[in-house]
């Protein structure tokens, strides 16, 4: 009976313990996550039990691993002496409430997809270079922040405004620079906020809207005045260029006086209720003399104006109505292009997939893509599998970065038969809460744009939740390199060709204007996003994501940004305009649209430009010095003109896209006719530009020819 027994014990024994060994098989999303992260990272003799694939992280208990269920759930890495970087997968580990990689020496940039759903991130004390991630903006229970001692630059963008629950950020001791962005005034749980020994200027007026408790912004540039709501604090403010004497009154809304004397509570007796009482008295007095005022005005002009107001009601609701049908129409022509195969003079989408299985969560793309065939011409998308991109972009490894930017990261691809292409790859983030089709609805219309000075689509992915565009590479880079990161060695850019591209880059925008049905607004057009072929042709890029920039409610880099776009939904195709009348001013001064190295005056480039351009004298000191004056003043002055069009304040004295690649065109063929004349050359310098002139005019005419 009691050897029964024993047995009895040991079964149940050996059951809890397979039973659990089952139960704690991690996730599989969780293992490749990782991997990916063990194999980009160089010094791993201190990660114990850890992988390169496959694997149990909570089974086999890795190092700094802790799980609940099948589960990721903490990662705790700090002071390992880790280097190399995270890896590109760290969006997987949805069940991840606390990342800590701190105290290592980790380098380049911060992953830009972090685990969505943190609450506890702590990268401090490593190399991290480049600035805060943008995708931080969406992860909303996010409680402590901390990328202290770093290499971080640039200037923060506006991404803090659904960070409710953030109480503690630390960005100390790094080099970032700019006024703090307007969101930080949304960190209604803000704490503990660390600034310290960076370059961030302006005032810090916004952070009265913040329950902050203690703040050190020692050893910064910023200036104004410290707040009297901030003064009864725990602050610690030196290093600073603050101004003298008192502060001014506290601004609407701040949040409470914070013990520093703030007049309008510091009395708090029966002498301030009665005052207070007195002036509420008095508000309401006024409040209802006005209303009888305008009760009667209002009854006297009824009659007059009320269809003018049922006019306006009417006029919103047939615009509203507009835009509905517009979207029915296109179903219903989508559906009857369905049914229309009989044209032999169709040209259909080129589906090529790599993979052999299908795309998971993609599976409607292929059969929406060939529906879309049927009534499209000349347009080829492959889809490329997820494994294969990883091969050849070394698992999206930071050397193969080629930029990023407010909606993902672009990387280079190279594949062993010398074939090259560029990937964007789409922070994931920004499909949450989306249709599932909302991809395939994208990667179709982008299809739909063909011109030849914009990047064509030559591909797609979409697996395990990666949602990847890809073009055609080009070799030269972008504008942006072109014209602000070369070195002395460098040819430069001739007046003829950033004319040239100028030109290209209208007629590209010209045709998402009025070229494209529907009509489509670009929201992105800025230097880094203009691409020049093996001939320094323009090809604009990032075009049919404006959904996406909507979202992240930034839409450019500093500079480029329309006066009048102050929320995304504000922004049209006038303010399309207004950013590549900056990039004109780019190719026309050389100057980055925001510089913070240059004296204050001069540090924004259409503030300090615009007075300037009909300025023949300051005109010809405002041209780039990489061209060592070889251009034409006429046709330096023709070009200034069509900048200072573009770049009014008012969008509606912003010309159409057409009227500026008119303008363009006639700058061209003027040039083409007096450029002897025009060129002003000494005889020693005067054949080589004009040999360059003739060719690039050679060029102009055949861009003008499309």
Known sequence: MIHFHNILVLWVFLYGFFTTGVYSKTNSQDVSSLNVMYNSINSRSKLSGWKSSGGDPCGDSWKGIKCSGSSVTEID?????????????????????????????????????????????????????????????????????????????????????????????????????????????????????????????????????TPVEDLNIENNRFSGWI???????????GGNSWSSGP????????????????????????????????????????????????????????SSTSHLLDDDRLSQRKSFGASYSSKELSRELNSSFRNKVTDPGAVSIDIKPVSKSPSIGFKSLSGRLQSFARRSTSVKATN???????????????????GQGTIGRVYRAKYDDGKVLAVKKIDSSLFQGSAPQEFSDIVVNISKIR?????????????????????????????????????????????????????????AVEYLHEGCSPSTVHKNIKSSNILLDIELNPRLCDYGLATFHQRTSQNLGMGYNAPECTKPSAYTAKSDVYSFGVVMLELLTGRMPVDSSKPPV?????????????????????????????????????FADIIALCVQR?????????????????????????????????????????SSAKEDLAASRRLTDF
């Open 602 to 638: 001069e540090q924004c480039l259409v503030r300090w430009a615009t007075p300037q351009l009909h300025d023949l004298d300051a005109l010809s000191e405002m041209v780039d010095p990489a061209l060592r004056g070889l251009y034409p003043p006429k046709s330096v002055s023709r």
């Open 451 to 507: 011109n030849a000075n914009i990047a064509e689509l030559v591909g797609y992915c979409s697996e395990h939740g990666h949602n990847m565009l890809i073009y055609e590479y080009f070799r030269n880079g972008s504008l942006h390199e072109f014209l602000h990161m070369s070195d002395d060695y460098s040819n430069p850019l001739t007046w003829n060709t950033r004319v040239r591209i100028a030109l290209g880059t209208a007629r």
């Open 247 to 302: 502060s001014p009154p506290s601004p609407p809304g701040a949040r409470r006086n914070r013990g520093g004397g703030s007049s309008s509570q510091s009395g708090g007796g029966k002498s301030s209720v009665a005052t207070g009482l007195t002036i509420a008295g008095i508000a309401l007095a006024v409040l209802l003399v006005l209303a009888i005022i305008i009760a009667l005005f209002s009854r006297r002009r009824r």
């Open 77 to 209: 890495l700090s002071d390992l002496g880790l280097s190399g970087s995270m890896g590109y997968q760290l969006a997987s580990l949805t069940s991840v409430t606390r990342f800590d990689l701190s105290k290592n020496n980790l380098n380049g940039d911060i992953p830009y997809q972090l685990p969505p759903n943190a609450k506890y991130i702590d990268l401090s004390q490593n190399g991290f270079t480049n600035t805060v991630p943008y995708s931080i903006s969406q992860m909303s229970d996010l409680e402590t922040l901390n990328l202290g001692r770093n290499k971080l630059n640039g200037q923060l963008t506006d991404m803090f405004g659904k960070l409710t629950k953030l109480k503690e950020l630390d960005l100390s001791y790094n080099s970032m620079t700019g006024n703090l962005p307007q969101s930080f005034g949304k960190l209604s749980s803000l704490k503990k906020l660390n600034l310290q020994n960076n370059q961030f200027a302006g005032q810090i007026t916004l952070l009265v809207y």
């Open 384 to 402: 490329y599998a997820l494994a294969d991109l990883q091969g050849a972009t070394a698992n999206f490894a930071p050397a193969r970065l080629l």
């Open 227 to 237: 707040p009297n709501e901030l003064k009864g604090i725990n602050i610690k403010s």
């Open 650 to 690: 008012e969008p509606e004295f912003r010309p159409p896209m057409s009227e500026v690649v008119q303008q363009l065109v006639r700058l061209v063929q003027r040039s083409s006719m007096n450029m002897r004349e025009d060129l002003g050359l000494g005889a020693s310098r005067h054949s080589s530009a004009m």
